[in-house]
Nanobody, 114 residues
Framework: QVRLAESGGGLVQPGGSLRLSCSAF??????AGWYRQAPGRQRELVAT???????NYAASVKGRFTISTDSAMDTTYLQMNNLKPEDTAVYYC??????????WGQGTQVTVSS
């Protein structure tokens, strides 16, 4: 089992920055990531990172967002710069343990508005 705790969401003006954090407790993790879901839309991938620090980003956030994690994947961060109104969504942390099981956080709201 893995438990996840997210923090760092909030309201920011366009062009601003936020950093999301996700703390994981439990089984050894091999993959971590962030997804987001805007009202009326499906949940979509934002970024992922593996235990060997291989990263993957959605085209819409590449160059603006950075995912990072510590060596044990206990805490995963999503640094979001140059935020746009279309980035407004609930952001979910996810992780996969060594057994291949996926876990999700409760979500944190990010609102980009002037």
């Amino acid at each position: 089992q893995v438990r996840l705790a997210e923090s760092g969401g909030g309201l920011v003006q366009p062009g601003g920055s936020l950093r999301l954090s996700c703390s994981a407790f439990g089984n050894i993790r091999i993959l971590a990531g962030w997804y987001r879901q805007a009202p009326g839309r499906q949940r979509e991938l934002v970024a992922t990172i593996t235990s060997t620090n291989t990263t993957n980003y959605a085209a819409s956030v590449k160059g603006r967002f950075t995912i990072s994690t510590d060596s044990a994947m206990d805490t995963t961060y999503l640094q979001m710069n140059n935020l746009k109104p279309e980035d407004t969504a609930v952001y979910y942390c996810t992780t996969r343990d060594y057994r291949g099981s996926d876990y999700w956080g409760q979500g944190t709201q990010v609102t980009v508005s002037s």
